[in-house]
């Protein structure tokens, strides 16, 4: 088993790339938000990559973040060079960004062919889409999509555990 797991975190503006890795990490994020030059409906936006690192029984997992907009699309191809899976973020209350995730997660599996689970950001709130309906969405099997609250450290490890366990194939038990 290669010791050292790499994951991207992948989706739209506003998806919860940032917080996710904020709520995962054990040490400082590396961020790369800056004032949004355009309007994205928030101030602030990933430019570059976020980066974090957790250890789960002893593997450290790094984590990257991509930046959401489609400018920035070039340094996906250089985030996902290497990645064990990549976890593909959308906000359950942004359906009209759920064409542009499936074109990032078409654009990122086509060339790299990396194994993928779709997480559903804001879990926490009402009215939201749930993970079975997106799978639906995206034509997935309901087990390739959870559900989470990204501003949540317990709510997003559960989520990564779930992810873990579909990129690998095997059921998490503390160890691999
Ligand atoms: N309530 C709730 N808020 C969330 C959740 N995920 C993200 N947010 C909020 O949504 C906003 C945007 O989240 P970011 O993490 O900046 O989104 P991002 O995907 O990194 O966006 P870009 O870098 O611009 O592509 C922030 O205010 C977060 O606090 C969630 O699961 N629940
Ligand atoms: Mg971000």
């Known amino acids: 088993m290669n010791r050292t797991l790499k994951l991207v975190v992948s989706g739209p503006v506003g998806a919860g790339k940032t917080t996710f890795i904020q709520s995962l990490s054990e040490i400082p994020v590396v961020e790369t938000d800056e004032w949004a030059s355009e309007a994205i409906g928030k101030e602030k936006t990933t430019v570059a990559m976020d980066y974090g690192l957790l250890t789960l029984d002893g593997v450290p997992i790094h984590l990257f973040g991509t930046p959401g907009q489609e400018r920035f699309d070039f ?102």
């Open 75 to 176: 340094i996906w191809d250089v985030l996902v060079e290497g990645a064990l899976g990549l976890v593909l973020l959308v906000a359950g209350d942004s359906p009209r960004d759920f064409p542009k995730a499936r074109y990032i997660l078409d654009y990122l599996t086509s060339r790299h062919p990396v194994p993928f689970v779709v997480g559903v950001t804001r879990q926490d709130l009402e009215r939201v889409w749930r993970p079975e309906e997106v799978a639906d969405f995206f034509g997935l099997p309901a087990h390739q999509v959870v559900g989470l609250n990204a501003t949540s450290p317990t709510s997003a490890t559960l989520a990564l555990i779930r992810m873990l366990e579909l990129v690998t194939g095997s059921r998490w038990q503390g160890v691999w």
